[in-house]
Nanobody
């Protein structure tokens, strides 16, 4: 069973930065996509960014130019660097290792709060 542990969340002022980390218990990200989702209170979970096993990246329009997703295979870790944070970025951020709909693992989530 793969375990994902997120870290790096916290409280930051508007315009500030945070870097989230998602450490896997095994070398999963060389074959699985690493995805970051977020869920704000009263809203559905949404995909924020992803990095494919081949290294391709995607960021949602709402965070493009501010967030960067990256990966360190040697450390079995995926990162989400978040800059120029806005209050609307406040959410619980979840890491997901995705192979297909039947092979997918989730972390426990980490809270990001951006104050205005």
């Amino acid at each position: 069973q793969v375990q994902l542990v997120e870290s790096g969340g916290g409280l930051v002022q508007s315009g500030g930065s945070l870097r989230l980390s998602c450490a896997a218990s095994g070398s999963i990200f060389s074959t699985y996509d690493g995805r970051w989702y977020r869920q704000a209170p009263g809203k559905q979970r949404e995909l924020v960014a992803l990095i494919t096993s081949g290294g391709g990246t995607y960021c949602a329009d709402s965070v493009k130019g501010r967030f960067t997703v990256s990966r360190d295979n040697a450390l079995n870790t995926v990162y989400l660097a978040m800059n120029y944070l806005k209050p609307e970025d406040t959410a619980v951020y979840y890491c997901n290792a995705y192979y297909n709909n039947n092979l997918s693992y989730w972390g426990q989530g980490t809270q990001v709060t951006v104050s205005s």
